[in-house]
């Protein structure tokens, strides 16, 4: 499967440095990242009028909204968006719970399991294919 892909990307992550390092890492995989932000609200905006392909959001975003929240506030605005969460939760009844709650064809990834960007790619590839019914 090529890199080359011609999707939008938009990513939420609140720490900068891991947001920075991963848009980098996905940029020389040759995705397209549109906007990258830590703001639950700027995200909300840019998706509506942006109209990204897929949406990479962190779980933990900080005070206020988690990712959850904002991969269901932003499917809302547009229905056939791909969702990538990532999130840090090691126990599996923890992410099994939290999982259950993300709009129907939402992808999710333990940031502690990815080892190489490909992983994430991929699953970025995955979630692109989505189509709202």
Do not use: C
Not at 39 to 57: F, G, N, T
Not at 95 to 112: A, W
């Amino acid at each position: 499967m090529g890199a080359k892909i011609k999707q939008t990307v938009m990513m939420v992550e609140d720490d900068e440095f891991t947001r920075s390092t991963v848009k980098s890492a996905l940029e020389g995989k040759g995705l397209n990242i549109v906007y990258d932000t830590s703001s639950v609200k700027e995200a909300i905006e840019y998706a509506k009028s942006h109209r990204p392909d897929v949406a990479v959001l962190d779980y933990n975003l900080g005070k206020g909204p988690n990712g959850i929240d904002l991969a269901k506030k932003i499917r809302q605005s547009n229905p056939g968006i791909g969702i990538v969460l990532l999130t840090a939760f090691l126990n599996p009844t923890q992410i099994e719970e939290k999982i259950l709650q993300l709009p129907p064809g939402s992808k999710y990834l333990v940031k502690h399991s990815v080892t190489k960007i490909e992983t994430l790619v991929n699953v970025i590839n995955e979630a692109a294919r989505f189509e709202a019914n």
